[in-house]
């Protein structure tokens, strides 16, 4: 059993966003950056994150994703449902053919089932509110970059027509040139 890149990439930009959130909303162009992760990708993990519930996006300018829950309530065994990431140690998927169809399960069948339940039961005792802590501990810093937002005026902006003096379609012009 490995995890793959997929897991990994989802939960290192989960604690991105952890870590930056109360600064706004956190943009996936900011965690590829600093996390060496695809854009696309993101995308892709953030997709999945979102119909899970474990992460809101908000539109527009200054927009981004911020978590939907408290750090503390989303475990890392959340995040790596959540991006389908196989966590199963089993030769059979847990369907007890290992062997092949109606073969039943191998010899070593419930000790991989046993650690599937151990794996599980880790990752679900670890939280984004932990891995937090602990990078901040390591020395990871937060960048307190100010938001520039252009001041928005009050009072609307209204354009003056400019007066052209030439035709305005091929009638006119025959008619200036006739």
């Not at 997929?6 to 706004?24: E, P, Y």
């Not at 750090?71 to 199963?88: C, F, K, R, T």
């Amino acid at each position: 059993m490995r995890l793959t890149t997929k897991g990994r990439f989802a939960v290192t930009a989960m604690i991105d966003v952890a870590m930056r959130q109360h600064l706004g909303p956190v943009t996936l162009a900011g965690i590829s950056q600093r996390q060496h992760i695809s854009l696309s990708y993101l995308e892709q993990l953030f997709g999945k994150l979102r119909r899970h519930e474990l992460v809101d996006s908000v539109r527009g300018p200054g927009g981004g994703y911020t978590l939907s829950r408290k750090a503390e309530e989303i475990s890392i065994a959340d995040i790596i449902i959540a991006v389908d990431e196989p966590l199963d140690a089993t030769q059979c998927g847990g369907k007890e053919n290992c062997n092949g169809e109606d073969s039943g399960p191998c010899m070593t069948h419930d000790l991989w089932a046993q650690l599937n339940a151990k794996m599980v039961e880790f990752l679900d005792s670890v939280n984004l509110k932990g891995l937090v802590e602990q990078n901040l501990a390591r020395g990871v810093t937060v960048e307190e970059v100010a938001v520039t937002r252009k001041p928005v005026s009050p009072l609307p902006v209204t354009a003056k027509p400019i007066k052209v003096k030439a035709p305005n379609s091929v009638f006119n012009l025959a008619q200036t040139l006739g």
